[in-house]
Structures are given as C-alpha cells and as structure tokens.
C-alpha cells in the first residue's frame, strides 16, 4: 500500500518561507511523477505543482508560479516544496500525491501563513 507523509508545516508570517516534505515508501518513488495539490477551508482540492521522475521538468499553478520551487531526491524516497514568500491565501493543508487526481495523496500538512 502507497504510503505518503508529508511534514514541515506550520504557522508562518506574511512573506515568510517554509519547506514541505514528502516521504514516499512502498512504491518505486523514482518512476513516478510526483504532485502537490492544497486544499484551503471550504474549498476544493487545488493542485499547485508536479515534477517528472527525474526532477528535470517541473511546472507550477499560475498563483504560487516564481515563489514556490518543487524538487525530489530520489535516493531518499522524499518530494520538497520550497514556498517563499508567502501569503495570507497560501493558507492550506499540503498534500503529496503520486496521481495527478490527488487520489493517492497522505493526510496533509497545515500551513497557516498569518501575522
């Protein structure tokens, strides 16, 4: 069974940075691409960034796109998202996810960005 944790959420203050962690096991991290979806209070699942398997291609959503840097080492099985500068409407739980859907992703990490 896939398993996906994600970690290193927190409160942090407008403009601030923080850095997601994803710790995959149970499948073959390295042949897959890789997603981050966020999901605020009251809204839908909303993905925000993805990577090959290699880590050569990324791609972003337009609203964290020149902030936010997705990465992966596939030695340790881990997906990284790097988020700076921060806002306020960056508020979410983080998910990881093996699937483009989000289907497969774990149980989250809050990030609440406030002052």
């Known amino acids: 069974q896939v398993q996906l944790v994600e970690s290193g959420g927190g409160l942090v203050q407008p403009g601030g940075s923080l850095r997601l962690s994803c710790a995959a096991s149970k499948f073959t991290f390295s042949t897959y691409s890789m997603f981050w979806f966020r999901q605020a209070p009251g809204k839908g699942l909303e993905w925000v960034s993805s990577?090959?398997?290699?880590?050569?291609?990324?791609y972003y959503a337009g609203s964290v796109k020149g902030r936010f840097t997705i990465s992966r080492d596939n030695a340790k099985n881990t997906l990284y998202l790097q988020m700076n500068s921060l806002k306020s409407e960056d508020s979410a739980l983080y998910y990881c996810?093996?699937?483009?859907?989000?289907?497969?992703r774990g149980q989250g990490t809050l990030v609440t960005v406030s002052s």
């Open positions: 996810a093996k699937d483009s859907t989000g289907l497969s």
């Open positions: 990577i090959n398997p290699g880590g050569e291609n990324k």
